[in-house]
T-cell receptor, first 109, second 119 residues
Framework: GQNIDQPTEMTATEGAIVQINCTYQTSGFNGLFWYQQHAGEAPTFLSYNVLDGLEEKGRFSSFLSRSKGYSYLLLKELQMKDSASYLC??????????WGAGTKLIIKP | EAGVAQSPRYKIIEKRQSVAFWCNPISGHATLYWYQQILGQGPKLLIQFQNNGVVDDSQLPKDRFSAERLKGVDSTLKIQPAKLEDSAVYLCASSLKAGTSGWHQETQYFGPGTRLLVL
C-alpha cells in the first residue's frame, strides 16, 4: 500500500528553526509537495521537489532524498503566524497525489 | 487572478437529508478535484475531473455521493442521503493539467472549503 508518515505534532519557539520530516512509500514517484494549512482554512502550496537536494524559498526550505524516500521542510526564524499544519504529499506513478495526515506545528513565544 | 470559489462555506443538515456543494476553479485549469477532509487528517480524494471527464472516482461512495462537471468548468458535488460520518470539510481544488509531470501543471490550488455538519 501507499503510505506517508509525518509527526503528528511539533512545538517550537518563536525565532528558532524547526525541521518537519516526511517519509513515504508510494507506487512510483513524480514529485513531492509541501502545503501549509492554517486552522479552518484551505491548504496553500509551499514547495515542490522532484530532484534530490535542497530547494530554498525565503524562510522555508524543502529537501528531498528519493533513494531514502525522505523529505523535510525547514522553517527558519519562526514567527507566530507559522503556527499551522504542514502537509506532505507525493505524486505517484499515476499522477495521483497521496497525502500525509499533516504535522501540527505550535509556535510558542 | 481569481482563486478557486466554493459555496456555501457552511452547511448544517440532518441525517438522511441531501446537500449540494458548488465549485468554480481557477480560469484555464483543466483538472478539478473534490476532497473530503476530516479534522486531524489529510485530504481524501473523492473525485478528479480532467475537463468534463472523470479521471478517478475510486474513493467516491457512489451509493450516496455524486459529482458532475458538465461544461468542463464549474462542478457540483451532491450527497444524498447524508450520514453522520459525512461531517467534514469538502475542499475543491484545481490544477492546470494533471499527468504532465511538471510542477506548474500539477500544483493544486484549493478553495476555502465547505464545512458540513450532519446532525
Amino acid at each position: 500500500g501507499q503510505n506517508i508518515d509525518q509527526p503528528t505534532e511539533m512545538t517550537a519557539t518563536e525565532g528558532a528553526i524547526v525541521q518537519i520530516n516526511c517519509t513515504y512509500q508510494t507506487s512510483g514517484f513524480n514529485g513531492l509537495f509541501w502545503y501549509q494549512q492554517h486552522a479552518g482554512e484551505a491548504p496553500t502550496f509551499l514547495s515542490y521537489n522532484v530532484l534530490d537536494g535542497l530547494e530554498e524559498k525565503g524562510r522555508f526550505s524543502s529537501f528531498l532524498s528519493r533513494s531514502k524516500g525522505y523529505s523535510y521542510l525547514l522553517l527558519k526564524e519562526l514567527q507566530m503566524k507559522d503556527s499551522a499544519s504542514y502537509l506532505c504529499a507525493v505524486l505517484d506513478s499515476n499522477y495521483q497525489l497521496i497525502w500525509g495526515a499533516g504535522t501540527k506545528l505550535i509556535i510558542k513565544p | 487572478e481569481a482563486g478557486v470559489a466554493q459555496s456555501p462555506r457552511y452547511k448544517i443538515i440532518e441525517k438522511r437529508q441531501s446537500v449540494a456543494f458548488w465549485c468554480n476553479p481557477i480560469s484555464g485549469h483543466a483538472t478539478l478535484y473534490w476532497y473530503q477532509q476530516i479534522l486531524g487528517q489529510g485530504p481524501k480524494l473523492l473525485i478528479q475531473f480532467q475537463n468534463n471527464g472523470v479521471v478517478d472516482d475510486s474513493q467516491l461512495p457512489k451509493d450516496r455521493f455524486s459529482a458532475e462537471r458538465l461544461k468542463g468548468v464549474d462542478s457540483t458535488l451532491k450527497i444524498q442521503p447524508a450520514k453522520l460520518e459525512d461531517s467534514a470539510v469538502y475542499l475543491c481544488a484545481s490544477s492546470l493539467k494533471a499527468g504532465t509531470s511538471g510542477w506548474h501543471q500539477e500544483t493544486q490550488y484549493f478553495g476555502p472549503g465547505t464545512r458540513l455538519l450532519v446532525l
